[in-house]
């Protein structure tokens, strides 16, 4: 099946165009595969911090990072600087960077796409604080993109901690003096692989993948599963750029569609995750006595939200009832037992501090998620508008809301 696919006439010109662009365009870290690990990054920001290593940067680079995230605040770095990665805590855990020196300590975690999980951050935080008692301390969280501001409030799990993007590292990079040309060299090809990040894709190669992908919508799952290390060349090059488009490309394409259509519909935006999660709630929602929930992520604390979970491979609609604090618990148990008496869920009443998924609909099934998503954007756009229109959660929120309203 792999080898008729390659010699399809249709990837010959991907192919081609991938070997023209990988000759123009060399990149260590991308002859190697670095670029998409985590860990990889931690270690490379890790020697750029050091001010004793190869460089040449000395403390500029450390610098102008802390100044980006704690702006007009007087920070002595001190002089014996040393930087670790994966520095063990207490618990077992591991801090992906610690800058330390005999009056200063640093955290920066690191997460290059992923999420805050199992309260790390305020485990780091609380950790270096009892470690490093008689030391000035920052905290910064690092990501791909920008969190929102609600998680950094005093009830979030990022509370303490300052926001720093891999783009605003890219731009530092960008602005930064080298003197030794080697050095120099390999900090410019890891800047290139940073703003790959934020630019899209090259509409010559998304044109080309989303073509040989309609044509082979039969082997799209076994495009998918297959594991590039069997591969050698520019056929790995060629079905590599093939997953990445059937993957996080694909599923971008349709988040900025969703996003459109949550504007001109009658919805307020709360909260948006990537192009993955985008969490509303009607206008016409009477939302003023139910807004209590704990999490940080929601604007106004709404208890009660829709929810478009935007996957590798389906599009679902969800309804969900967020945690609270303690204090409000009967509160949300008042709300869902008002969702059980309307006869929409027969599911168990989730504890307060659960989230509690009362209803799924799916907007793009999995069997249906290519044919649908590889075609023009007015025909995906149509597809989901008129399931969200068809869709009784609008209503059935709506109709939540008023009957809880009148019951308090």
């Known amino acids: 099946m792999l080898e008729n696919l390659l010699k399809d006439e ?79 805590t207490n618990e077992g855990r591991r801090i992906d960077i610690l800058i330390h020196s005999e009056n200063f300590v640093c955290v920066i975690e690191n997460k290059y796409g992923s999420e805050e999980h199992n309260g790390q951050c305020k485990h780091y935080k609380e950790f270096i604080e009892n470690e490093f008692k008689d030391k000035s301390k920052k905290f910064i969280f690092l990501d791909i993109h920008e969190s929102s501001g609600e998680q950094f409030d005093e009830c979030g799990p990022l509370y ?24 120099s060299e390999i900090i410019k090809q890891y800047a290139v692989i940073l703003r790959e990040k934020y630019e899209n894709i090259d509409n010559k190669i998304f044109e080309l993948c989303k073509d040989i992908c309609f044509s082979h919508k039969d082997k799209i799952e076994f495009l998918r599963q297959l594991d590039l290390k069997s591969l050698q060349g520019i056929s790995s090059e060629a079905i590599g750029m093939l997953q990445n488009f059937l993957g996080s490309y694909l599923q971008d394409s349709v988040g900025k569609i969703i996003k459109e259509i949550i504007n001109t519909l009658e919805l307020t935006l709360l909260y948006q995750y990537k192009q993955e999660i985008f969490r509303c709630i009607p206008k016409k929602a009477d939302i003023d006595k139910i807004s209590f929930s704990s999490y940080p992520d929601v604007k106004n604390g709404q208890i009660i939200i829709l929810a478009f979970n935007n996957q590798i491979n389906n599009l679902s609609l969800e309804l969900l009832v967020l945690p609270c604090d303690e204090q409000r618990s009967k509160d949300r148990a008042v709300l869902c037992e008002t969702i059980k008496k309307l006869h929409i869920n027969n599911s168990r009443i989730s504890k307060h501090t659960q989230w509690w998924k009362v209803i799924k609909e799916e907007i793009i099934s999995e069997n249906e998620y290519y044919e649908i998503a590889l075609g023009s954007n007015d025909e995906i756009r149509n597809h989901i508008e008129e399931k969200v229109k068809n869709s009784q959660l609008i209503k059935k929120i709506i109709e939540i809301t008023e009957k809880y309203n009148s019951q308090v």
Not at 16 to 30: G, P, R, T, V
Not at 169 to 175: G, M, S
């Open 10 to 88: 249709k990837i010959v010109p991907l192919t081609e165009y991938l070997e023209q662009k990988k000759n123009e365009d060399f990149n260590i870290f991308k002859v190697l595969r670095l670029q998409d690990y985590e860990v990889r990054h931690s270690n490379f920001l890790a020697w750029l911090f050091d001010p004793k290593a190869s460089h040449g940067l000395g403390t500029n680079f450390l610098e102008t990072c802390l100044q980006a995230c704690f702006d007009n605040e007087d920070i002595l770095i001190g002089k014996e600087i040393k930087v670790e990665t994966e520095y063990p």
């Open 160 to 183: 303490g901690y300052k926001s720093l993007t891999y783009n605003k590292i890219y731009k530092i990079l960008e602005e930064l003096n080298h003197e030794n040309k080697i050095q």
